[in-house]
């Protein structure tokens, strides 16, 4: 049996011996001993540093809140994997990575964030200004702001200002969130004034605010909320796999399945009949000449 | 739609049904059943509200729970005690990280292609199966050895020799001689004891250990598969959530190892990695047959009798990556207990 390790690198995050595993410096073990929690060590893990007690606090309610969210991207995603029955990890590994563009992307709104503070600092202008620019650069561009808006909880993520709230309480407030507030309030000031529906902020901005100040840096941020949401992804899936039905297309279950023929509708190309090879060359020609294919091409 | 012509064996009367028959166009929503929802046991939500397991989410926050709670509530349905709380911090804090092993060295090599994170840490997830962080396997063990036992009358020591003399050196056993120099795994279960919840699961590990070490001929010990799954089983997790919820822990520290390898290391583009000559021991160098000679060249698969498909069978497992010298033991449906395994080698 060989323990050397699977790659050859240099590390600043964790050794391993036979005698302990140390993050950061610290024993593992004796960490978990002193009685340190869970968050704690996301700090160590990220940081290198122990965290102030409502700093703890403040990432134990951020990542309590981010945990669970029903229905979404990740969910769906994990639930539709089990219906092949693959191992489980493969549908926890799915959930997580529907992480992008758009589903929680909190390292894009923490680089949003950085560069126009760094546009503050820079240009010294305050960071309500730097919030102001930001929210007419991405509204003039006709792009969403980051951090805003949520299409299930269009009257306001239930988890957002509440973040926001415990922040604040918690003293835990720092540029971040004064500038994620300033962003707020130009984004509404401005929809306002061009007749705009009230959009209100989303978990991403409030969440990715209050981490930032913590002191986690946009993709350590992002890996602590969408890892965090893998642990839900996990308990959607065995929900599936132990009380739902394989292949999730049965006749026979007295609701329509998620994967039943009849959820399909089809509005590509009509039905036509498939070439010989003998008529291959000159049909594929034409098919190619024709250019009608392209409006189905993706 | 009108058909010019039959197309190969479609016409052929040995099929089972006139397949030019069959009718193109999707299927009609069927209206004689309920229509399609997302069924949940575990959360739902509107625009107001996110409820998991009957609790509000954000009231769940504001009433000073946090991610650990949260679990408890996803995976079992209630609030854990303090203690219980308490032991799940602990469990986590030791499966965040270890070092260059598999879920890091999964997420880094997926970093060398320029990914997102999530990529790299739902890959380090994959790292888990049921030889590396085989909670699932280790978990499974546990209850069906202790159902079959208990059904016949045996304690737990006869049941925990039974099962150390099928499974000695499996590594899902949890005893093996990784952590004979390190404390940690057997202050898991004194840590649990202290905290009071210490219950069946790590009673009988502790039986497995000490019928392990008897039979072992090399020095074994508790490890920390079985220290942590234990614990999480008497803690009242499943196997599958304790197998999901320490891979997605260790995600964690596999997103800060994509972190470092972005920051300190190059990306990888396609072809740029070469392979030596001197790592290789397949076939010779040989020339391609030109491709008008390959009936010539060519070794056809096909066997006919049972004497001949077992000789091409101990052939082809000659050549390493054909998968012949694999066999998964498959669900025995004979058998009521029958325990399916991956990757064992004939």
Same mark, same amino acid.
């Given at each position: 049996?060989? /323990? ?33 929690? %869970? ?26 809140? %981010? ?5 979404? $991207? ?14 489980? $990890? ?8 529907? %992480?992008?563009?758009?589903?929680? @992307? ?44 949520? @299409? ?5 993520? $239930? /988890?957002?200002? @509440? ?17 994620? /507030?300033?962003?707020?309030?130009? %984004? ?9 529906? +009230? ?18 840096? $946009? ?9 965090? /949401? ?52 000159? +049909? ?15 | ?62 009433? !000073? ?19 219980? =709380? ?33 990529? #790299? ?5 994959? #790292? ?5 962080? #085989? ?11 202790? *159902? ?74 508790? =490890? ?9 089983? =008497?803690?009242?997790?499943?196997? *599958? #959530? ?64 049972? =004497? ?12 390493? !990556? ?15 207990? !029958? ?8």
């Amino acid at each position: 049996m060989t /323990r050397e390790p699977m790659l050859s690198r240099k590390t600043s995050i964790a050794y391993k011996t036979a005698e302990k595993t140390v993050l950061r410096g610290y024993d593992v073990s004796e960490l978990a001993e002193e009685g340190y929690s %869970f968050c704690d060590a996301m700090f160590v893990l990220f940081q290198g540093r122990i965290p102030s007690e409502k700093e703890e606090k403040m990432l134990k309610y951020e990542m309590g809140a %981010f945990l669970e969210h029903s229905m979404s $991207p990740s969910a769906a995603s994990a639930i539709a994997v089990t219906a092949g029955r693959p191992n489980l $990890p493969t549908a926890v590994a799915a959930g997580v990575m529907t %992480f992008g563009g758009v589903h929680g @992307p909190g390292a894009a709104h923490g680089y949003m964030m950085n560069k126009y503070i760094t546009r503050a600092q820079r240009e010294d202008k305050t960071l309500d200004e730097a919030a102001e620019i930001l929210v007419d650069d991405y509204m003039d561009a006709d792009q969403p702001v980051m951090g805003m808006g949520q @299409p299930q909880h269009t009257d306001g993520d $239930p /988890r957002a200002e @509440p973040i926001h709230l415990q922040q604040e309480e918690l003293g835990t407030n720092g540029a971040y969130h004064e500038f994620q /507030r300033s962003v707020e309030k130009h %984004f509404h000031a401005r929809r306002k004034r061009e007749g705009k529906n +009230y959009v209100g902020v989303n978990v991403v901005g409030a969440g990715n605010a209050a981490l930032s100040d913590l002191g986690f840096a $946009p993709n350590a941020a992002w890996c602590i909320g969408s890892v965090a /949401r893998g642990y839900s992804c996990a308990t959607h899936a065995i929900f599936a796999m132990k009380k739902g039905r394989a292949w999730a297309a049965s006749k026979r279950e007295p609701m329509v399945q998620m994967l039943d023929l009849s959820m399909i509708k089809y509005v590509g190309p009509e039905d036509r009949e498939v070439p010989t090879q003998e008529e291959r060359q000159e +049909y594929a020609e034409a098919q190619k000449k024709s250019g009608e294919y392209k409006k189905w091409v993706i | 739609m009108d058909k010019k012509r039959v197309i190969g064996n479609l016409d052929n009367p040995g099929l089972p049904y006139e397949y030019d028959k069959r009718e193109y166009g999707t299927v009609p929503l069927d209206t004689s059943r309920d229509p399609f929802q997302w069924v949940s046991e575990v959360a739902y939500k509107n625009t107001h509200r996110i409820v998991t397991r009957g609790y509000d989410t954000t009231e769940l926050m504001e009433q !000073g729970y946090g991610i650990t709670d949260v679990m408890f509530i996803n995976f079992q349905a209630r609030i854990p005690t303090l203690a219980e =709380d308490q032991m799940l911090n602990y469990i986590l804090i030791l499966s965040l990280e270890d070092g260059l092993s598999m879920p890091a060295a999964m997420s880094r090599m997926v970093a060398r292609s320029k990914t997102f994170l999530t990529q #790299a840490c739902g890959t380090s997830i994959l #790292a888990f199966g049921h030889a590396y962080g #085989a909670y699932s396997a280790f978990g499974n063990m546990l209850l069906s050895a202790l *159902e079959k036992g208990e059904s016949e009358g045996k304690d737990i020591e006869t049941i925990a020799k039974e099962l150390v003399a099928n499974k000695l050196g499996d590594p899902a056993l949890g005893v093996s001689d990784l952590m004979l120099k390190d404390p940690a795994a057997k202050r898991i279960f004194a840590r649990a004891e202290k905290l009071g919840v210490a219950g069946k699961y790590i009673a009988f590990t502790k039986e497995i250990v000490k019928a392990a070490q008897s039979a072992s001929s090399t020095p074994v010990d508790l =490890d920390l598969l079985a220290a942590t799954g234990a614990v999480m089983m =008497d803690l009242g997790f499943t196997p *599958e #959530a304790t197998w999901s919820i320490i891979a997605i822990t260790r995600s964690f520290g596999a997103g800060a190892h994509y972190i470092e390898e972005v920051e300190r290391e190059e990306h990888t583009r396609l072809g740029e990695s070469l392979t030596p000559k001197e790592m290789y021991d397949g076939p010779d160098d040989r020339p391609v047959p030109p491709l008008a000679d390959r009936d010539k060249a060519a070794t056809p698969a096909k066997t006919s009798t049972p =004497d001949e498909w077992k000789a091409a069978f101990e052939e082809r497992k000659k050549l390493h !990556g054909s998968g012949f010298s694999i066999i998964e033991e498959i669900h025995d449906p004979s058998k009521k207990t !029958g325990v399916k395994t991956l990757g064992k080698k004939i």
